[in-house]
């Protein structure tokens, strides 16, 4: 496992949260990771953490789910998905660049999904719920199963 794959992963495992207010923290990060907010998903993450005093590690692991390396095949799914939901066509959708960065990148983005706004918004916001959902209980069923190893192994 890569250093920081490992160091998220310790992240979720050892807060000293109950499992419900972790798993939450996880669960609403990656609800901020597919909010079509580029850019500010870090302080949207903090913000959110400090203003209802939820664990900062779990909801930063959850909202770096969407990284250079995830944020075109996140952004494509949910924009797929919000065209197919509300009969868009996706016909020239594949010429967005995505390989352009800074402000380029913007208004190529702005630009080339014009037409898919109302689908890239709907289609993140489904896939960021449902993420959201199934990290909440698939963090919080490990957390709680580590929990009651650990107090069965206790003498």
């Given at each position: 496992m890569s250093g920081r794959?490992?160091?998220?992963?310790?992240?979720?495992?050892?807060?000293?949260?109950?499992?419900?207010?972790?798993?939450?923290?996880?669960?609403?990060?990656?609800?901020?990771?597919?909010?079509?907010?580029?850019?500010?998903?870090?302080?949207?993450?903090?913000?959110?953490?400090?203003?209802?005093?939820?664990?900062?590690?779990?909801?930063?692991?959850g909202a770096y789910i969407n990284n250079p390396w995830t944020l075109a095949p996140m952004y494509m799914a949910g924009t797929l998905l919000g065209c197919s939901i509300l009969g868009v066509s996706t016909e020239g959708i594949e010429m967005i660049d995505w390989k352009l960065h800074g402000w380029a990148f913007y208004q190529a983005l702005l630009e080339g999904l014009r037409p898919y706004l109302w689908p890239f918004l709907l289609g993140n916001t489904l896939l960021g719920i449902v993420g959201a959902v199934a990290g909440y209980f698939a963090l919080r069923f490990v957390l709680e199963r580590r929990r009651q190893g650990a107090q069965g192994a206790q003498p």
């Open positions: 794959l490992q160091r998220a992963v310790q992240m979720l495992l050892y807060v000293d949260d109950t499992p419900h207010r972790t798993a939450l923290s996880f669960a609403i990060g990656v609800l901020i990771a597919f909010s079509p907010l580029l850019g500010i998903h870090t302080a949207l993450a903090l913000g959110i953490s400090y203003l209802f005093r939820l664990s900062r590690g779990p909801m930063l692991v």
